[in-house]
């Protein structure tokens, strides 16, 4: 069936690390593919998106892109914060709906 | 950005006993609102569709007796866990937007435990 994976957390860097956070999907056609973060006591939101293959959205130094080719949407970003610390979600649309991932809790060090 | 408010963020209960949880869209009116719900180390899973003013659309598996959804103004949805029992203990989280297609806006959550 339509899944999302996504990298198993913990995961706790120091500030200035670069970061990776594995995403894998299983759907069929074009889905949409989205992050969400969520912040300590917050709701979840929208980090970036990108809609077709090749696509890379970017916000707040974070980075995915779409790679068709290995159904993957890898989150990325080359200096982390003290504030990057969160909850990041991996999700596709598919059918209105939106299919999450575990969700990789991320931990940054000062 | 828009606002969705959820409470409350945490509730414990008796086992037998119905728990009611809100979600409201702050600054906009939302047609649509999901709940969803996420069992530690796993993922949101997509419970129900409220539409303003019509019933709610189950996912499979979901039990609609057991959670009653009311969507009753363009600002307002409530999930009611009826006769909770130990298992429904879970986190919960409502989203809202005013167009399926767009954006979605989420509230932050409520903590269900029950004893």
């Known amino acids: 069936g339509n899944s999302v994976t996504q990298m198993e957390g913990p995961v706790t860097l120091s500030e200035e690390a670069f970061l990776t956070i594995n995403c894998t999907y299983t759907?069929?056609?074009?889905?949409?593919l989205f992050w969400y973060v969520q912040y300590p006591g917050e709701g979840l939101q929208l980090l970036l998106k990108a809609t077709k293959a090749d696509d890379k959205g970017s916000n707040k130094g974070f980075e995915a892109t779409y790679r068709k080719e290995t159904t993957s949407f890898h989150l990325e970003k080359g200096s982390v914060q003290v504030s990057d610390s969160a909850v990041y979600f991996c999700?596709?649309?598919?059918?209105?709906?939106?299919?999450f991932g575990q969700g990789t809790r991320l931990t940054i060090n000062p | 950005g828009a606002v969705v408010s959820q409470h409350p963020s945490w509730v414990i209960c008796k086992s037998g006993t119905s728990v009611k949880i809100e979600c409201r869209s702050l600054?906009?009116?939302?047609?649509?609102m999901f709940w969803y719900r996420q069992f530690p180390k796993q993922s949101l899973m997509l419970m129900a569709t409220?539409?303003?003013?019509?019933?709610?659309?189950?996912e499979q598996g979901v039990e609609k007796d057991k959670f009653l959804i009311n969507h009753a103004s363009l600002t307002l949805s409530t999930l009611t866990v009826t006769s909770a029992h130990p298992e429904d203990s879970s986190f919960y989280i409502c989203s809202a937007s005013d167009d399926p297609n767009e954006k979605l806006f989420f509230g932050s959550g409520t903590q269900l435990s029950v004893l």
């Open positions: 999700a596709y649309q598919g059918a209105q709906k939106l299919v």
């Open positions: 759907a069929t056609g074009y889905p949409s």
């Open positions: 409220s539409n303003e003013g019509s019933k709610a659309t189950y």
């Open positions: 600054d906009f009116q939302a047609t649509t």
